[in-house]
């Protein structure tokens, strides 16, 4: 069974705070990304990264950056939370067309998601 | 960034009726996707489309994607309450980025 995995469910940070969400996958896939989702504006990417060490800037990239130091393991950084990324934050990886690992090209699959807080 | 519109954003009906959600936008794609996301759940792809005018069938429900390749729409026939979640639409560009639809939440009343 393929998966994707985040290190929490649920979680609650104080303004100013770091703040470090996980992202785990067992597929061999080499893009990975982050989002963030909240109501009514759909999936917004935050950063996506194709290859180990390798990161790009997506469409809503501030206040956050990210680590690719394995293929399987992507995480997002809150250098300084701040209450309005309290969000649902969700993890995806996909393969590349004649790469390895699992899935058709561009299909994403995603971890179950992080409801962060920010208080 | 590339929009994408879906409509309605909330629906409600009961078991055994029939729907059809949008997905609008003024941009091409090379293709299109369907996710539906369950609570506490991340999104699962549902179909792929294609090719312009392309119809796809997933049992009751029913994928199309615009000629023009710019919208696409979802009908669901007889809904059943394990048709419940949000439904994401996804366009893929020619730069091969992945655009993601505002939502719509159906739910399917017993």
């Known amino acids: 069974d393929v998966k994707v995995t985040q290190s929490s469910r649920y979680l609650v940070k104080r303004t100013g705070e770091k703040v470090f969400l996980e992202c785990v996958q067992d597929?061999?896939?080499?893009?990975m990304f982050w989002y963030r989702q909240d109501p009514g504006l759909g999936l917004r990417l935050i950063y996506f990264?194709?290859?180990?060490?390798?990161?790009e800037k997506g469409d809503i990239p501030e206040g956050y950056s990210v680590s690719r130091e394995k293929k399987e393991r992507f995480s997002l950084i809150l250098e300084s939370a701040s209450t309005n990324q309290t969000s649902m934050y969700l993890c995806a990886s996909s393969s590349l067309l004649g790469g390895t690992g699992t899935g058709t090209y561009n299909e994403q699959f995603f971890g179950p998601g992080t409801r962060l807080t920010v208080l | 960034t590339q929009l994408l519109e879906q409509s309605p954003q909330f629906l409600s009906i009961q078991e055994g009726e029939n729907l059809t959600v949008y997905c609008n936008s003024s941009?091409?794609?090379?293709?299109l996707q369907w996710y539906r996301q369950e609570p506490g759940e991340g999104p699962v792809l549902l179909v792929t489309?294609?090719?312009?005018?392309e119809v796809k069938k997933l049992k009751r429900l029913t994928f199309q994607f615009g000629d023009a390749r710019k919208d696409s729409s979802l009908h669901i026939t007889a809904a059943q309450p394990g048709d419940t979640g949000l439904y994401l639409c996804?366009?893929?560009?020619?730069?091969?980025?992945?655009?993601f639809g505002t939502g719509t939440r159906l739910t399917v009343i017993p």
């Open positions: 996804a366009g893929l560009t020619g730069a091969n980025n992945l655009f």
């Open positions: 597929m061999d896939h080499e893009n």
């Open positions: 489309v294609v090719t312009g005018g």
């Open positions: 941009s091409v794609f090379s293709s």
């Open positions: 990264s194709y290859d180990v060490k390798m990161k």
